[in-house]
């Protein structure tokens, strides 16, 4: 079983920067696909970026050149740098990993952003 946990969450301003983080551990070599999504008050969960089977990249379109989705495979960490937020990337971020078996979710972390 792979598990995943987040952190690097928090609050910020307009125009800020916040990096997240991504630890997954156990069966890590199980996993396929992983990435960053984002569920905000009132809206369906959303890929934001990640990696796909072919290790590349994918973005929302409304993060291009704002966030960047990079990878540590020596310590199994996935991170999601953003950059010049706005308060509509407010949302809970949620990383997950798709192996061939099961679709993993971590806890979690809060961003929030004012304007």
């Known amino acids: 079983q792979v598990q995943l946990v987040e952190s690097g969450g928090g609050s910020v301003q307009a125009g800020g920067s916040l990096r997240l983080s991504c630890a997954a551990s156990?069966?890590?070599?199980?996993?396929?696909?992983i990435g960053w999504y984002r569920q905000a008050p009132g809206k369906q969960r959303e890929l934001v970026a990640g990696?796909?089977?072919?290790?590349?990249?994918n973005y929302a379109r409304s993060v291009l050149g704002r966030f960047t989705i990079s990878r540590d495979n020596a310590k199994n960490t996935v991170y999601l740098q953003m950059d010049t937020l706005t308060p509509e990337d407010t949302a809970v971020y949620y990383c997950?990993?798709?192996?061939?078996?099961?679709?993993?979710w971590g806890q979690g972390t809060q961003v929030t952003v004012s304007s």
């Open positions: 997950n990993a798709r192996t061939y078996s099961v679709n993993v």
């Open positions: 156990g069966r890590t070599s199980s996993i396929l696909e």
């Open positions: 990696f796909d089977g072919a290790d590349r990249r």
